[in-house]
């Protein structure tokens, strides 16, 4: 691998000139070790606003531009550790720290950039351009590199054709049903069944009476006195002062806290104000309102259009990946040995 400081030096790399693909795919990678980040940073003053990991990744990317000496035409403006620093690298570091390269700027920034060449020159003499993690950090980003562009040379799906779109939605009639659903209210007369029978009787009659009273109400006026009556009687307290309003029930949903025979009732209920009978359980009695009611229904095709053609892309994209990913593997004779994976590694023994 070449010396990473030395091409970040040598190298005519034109920093306005960066991928912004590129530049931003070594954010992901793990930052490097301490030393290392601080002596890049330290060689490399890039703008505050500048993520750790994208001034490390910069530095890197000189290892894309290649080496080699100043052009003929190139002016020297310095020499450090033996190496030309030309006026053009002056120049794009003046402009990737914001500035213009006017005289102005440029007498004034000059012993800045002459300090981050003698650190660059020093990074180097300590031989941070040899750490094994870095070397690994870079390829993994090369890699990530790869996989961006990949991702950015695909083409935009085109319109999803009609004809896919129906067959998508034929074959996933299933999942664009809505399930019925009914909201109720409820009356909970408490009565355990390991109560006296008498007492228990009696609980029963009350429910009863409670029933007839609203049945015989017209529907106008039957939630009115149906709050009231939760409030008075209802031993349901989540519900008692509010209407002993339950919400909304979903069909084809598990109600693990109500007895069975309570959330039968519920969705028997076909009329907004009907009634249900007195259910017994052995928790007490229960009289359940209905106060409104969804019945099960297909969404239509242009209803859910807008999600098939979000399925339709991601399909797409997800086939043209995959044929990306196999022309690769093509290109570069891919052999794996998935069957080698479980071997034991011998054991190491030391010389004698």
Do not use: K
């Given at each position: 691998?070449?010396?990473?400081?030395?091409?970040?030096?040598?190298?005519?790399?034109?920093?306005?000139?960066?991928?912004?693909?590129?530049?931003?795919?070594?954010?992901?990678?793990?930052?490097?070790?301490?030393?290392?980040?601080?002596?890049?940073?330290?060689?490399?003053?890039?703008?505050?606003?500048?993520?750790?990991?994208?001034?490390?990744?910069?530095?890197?990317?000189?290892?894309?531009?290649?080496?080699?000496?100043?052009?003929?035409?190139?002016?020297?403006?310095?020499?450090?550790?033996?190496?030309?620093?030309?006026?053009?690298?002056?120049?794009?570091?003046?402009?990737?720290?914001?500035?213009?390269?006017?005289?102005?700027?440029?007498?004034?920034?000059?012993?800045?950039?002459?300090?981050?060449?003698?650190?660059?020159?020093?990074?180097?003499?300590?031989?941070l351009h040899e750490n094994p993690e870095m070397q690994q950090r870079f390829e993994r980003m090369l890699a990530q590199?790869?996989?961006?562009?990949?991702?950015?040379?695909?083409?935009?799906?085109?319109?999803?054709?009609?004809?896919?779109?129906?067959?998508?939605?034929?074959?996933?009639?299933?999942?664009?049903?809505?399930?019925?659903?009914?909201?109720?209210?409820?009356?909970?007369?408490?009565?355990?069944?390991?109560?006296?029978?008498?007492?228990?009787?009696?609980?029963?009659?009350?429910?009863?009476?409670?029933?007839?009273?609203?049945?015989?109400?017209?529907?106008?006026?039957?939630?009115?006195?149906?709050?009231?009556?939760?409030?008075?009687?209802?031993?349901?307290?989540?519900?008692?002062?509010?209407?002993?309003?339950?919400?909304?029930?979903?069909?084809?949903?598990?109600?693990?806290?109500?007895?069975?025979?309570?959330?039968?009732?519920?969705?028997?209920?076909?009329?907004?104000?009907?009634?249900?009978?007195?259910?017994?359980?052995?928790?007490?009695?229960?009289?359940?309102?209905?106060?409104?009611?969804?019945?099960a229904r297909q969404r239509s095709f242009e209803e859910v259009r807008p999600q098939l053609t979000r399925d339709w892309?991601?399909?797409?994209?997800?086939?043209?990946?995959?044929?990306?990913?196999?022309?690769?593997?093509?290109?570069?004779?891919?052999?794996?040995?998935?069957?080698?994976?479980?071997?034991?590694?011998?054991?190491?023994?030391?010389?004698?």
């Amino acid at each position: 691998m070449e010396a990473i400081l030395t091409l970040c030096r040598r190298a005519r790399l034109s920093l306005r000139r960066l991928p912004q693909s590129v530049a931003q795919t070594f954010l992901s990678v793990v930052p490097l070790p301490r030393s290392v980040t601080q002596t890049f940073l330290s060689v490399i003053p890039f703008p505050p606003q500048t993520g750790r990991n994208a001034c490390l990744t910069l530095g890197l990317l000189a290892l894309l531009a290649g080496c080699g000496g100043p052009a003929e035409d190139e002016v020297v403006i310095a020499r450090v550790a033996g190496e030309p620093v030309t006026l053009t690298e002056f120049e794009e570091w003046l402009v990737f720290q914001g500035h213009s390269p006017d005289a102005e700027a440029s007498a004034r920034r000059f012993d800045a950039f002459i300090e981050h060449r003698i650190h660059l020159a020093e990074a180097r003499r300590r031989g941070l351009h040899e750490n094994p993690e870095m070397q690994q950090r870079f390829e993994r980003m090369l890699a990530q590199t790869i996989r961006t562009e990949i991702e950015e040379s695909l083409p935009a799906p085109a319109e999803p054709p009609e004809d896919e779109l129906r067959a998508r939605y034929e074959a996933g009639a299933d999942t664009f049903r809505v399930p019925g659903r009914v909201r109720t209210a409820v009356i909970f007369i408490d009565a355990p069944a390991t109560m006296d029978a008498a007492a228990r009787a009696e609980h029963r009659a009350r429910a009863e009476s409670i029933r007839s009273e609203l049945a015989d109400l017209p529907s106008g006026d039957r939630t009115r006195r149906f709050a009231e009556l939760a409030a008075r009687h209802s031993a349901h307290q989540p519900t008692r002062y509010r209407g002993g309003d339950l919400g909304w029930w979903v069909e084809e949903t598990e109600f693990p806290e109500w007895p069975g025979g309570v959330v039968e009732a519920a969705f028997d209920l076909q009329e907004p104000g009907g009634l249900s009978p007195v259910i017994d359980t052995d928790d007490g009695f229960y009289l359940l309102r209905l106060i409104e009611r969804d019945e099960a229904r297909q969404r239509s095709f242009e209803e859910v259009r807008p999600q098939l053609t979000r399925d339709w892309i991601r399909d797409t994209r997800r086939q043209a990946e995959e044929r990306s990913r196999e022309a690769l593997r093509e290109r570069h004779a891919v052999e794996t040995w998935p069957e080698r994976l479980g071997r034991a590694r011998p054991a190491q023994t030391e010389d004698p």
